[in-house]
């Protein structure tokens, strides 16, 4: 079963400011990864998909990278209304098994 | 416009079922799947399962295999998942998304959530 790790737990970015993720899968997932944003009291929503392709509506700020087993979601400036939990998701071998989330706080 | 409405809150009782719905709206239902994604208290983002909306076929995530099953009604755009033998561990927001039609991949979009409580 593969295993999903992401880090930090938390990340506190000011406004403007860049915000780093990383999920790091214990297999190779090749591209089949996802990354959604939970907004609190939300459901989900789809940010990128197959480790890099934005989703519909999704704004440009956002962008995704890697492949294999290290992946990155990168947040280029910072908006207040991107406070939220991020979740990276793989969908390699017909599962769709998460990593455990990284909160990002405004500063 | 893509929309995914689910049942409403449930409570339940420990060793009972509990059968969630989903209804889909805005797309051709049996050219996309539905997976099934649960969300304990204050706990990360757990993978259930997955239907196709086209076969029927399906995929559950080893930890609930024997005690789900997802179904769906073509005539209604309407997909099922069913769980049984709840226990306290049960008790989440459980949520449909639409999914692709051959295997699980990405979930875009998701509907808006059914909290199943599971308490005595």
């Known amino acids: 079963e593969i295993v999903m790790t992401q880090s930090p737990v938390t990340l506190s970015v000011s406004p403007g400011e860049r915000a780093t993720l990383s999920c790091r899968a214990s297999q190779s997932v090749n591209t089949n990864l996802a990354w959604y944003q939970q907004k609190l009291g939300q459901a989900p929503r789809l940010l990128i998909y197959?480790?890099?392709t934005r989703a519909t509506g999704i704004p440009a700020r956002f962008s995704g990278s890697g492949s294999g087993t290290e992946f990155t979601l990168i947040i280029s400036s910072l908006q207040s209304e991107d406070s939220a939990i991020y979740y990276c998701?793989?969908?390699?071998?017909?599962?769709?098994?998460f990593g455990g989330g990284t909160k990002v706080e405004i500063k | 416009q893509v929309h995914l409405v689910q049942s409403g809150a449930e409570v339940k009782k420990p060793g009972a079922s509990v059968k969630v719905s989903c209804k889909a709206s805005?797309?051709?239902?049996?050219?996309?799947?539905i997976s099934w994604v649960r969300q304990a208290p204050g706990q990360g983002l757990e993978w259930m399962g997955w239907i196709s909306g086209y076969n029927d076929n399906t995929y559950y995530a080893q930890k609930v295999q024997g005690r789900v099953s997802m179904t769906t009604d073509t005539s209604t755009n309407t997909a099922y998942m069913e769980l049984w033998s709840l226990t306290s561990d049960d008790t989440a927001v459980y949520y449909c998304?639409?999914?692709?039609?051959?295997?699980?991949?990405?979930?875009?979009?998701w509907g808006q959530g059914t909290l199943v409580t599971v308490s005595s």
């Open positions: 998701q793989e969908y390699n071998n017909w599962r769709g098994t």
């Open positions: 805005g797309y051709i239902f049996s050219k996309y799947g």
């Open positions: 998304a639409r999914d692709q039609v051959g295997a699980p991949n990405w979930f875009d979009p």
């Open positions: 197959g480790a890099s």
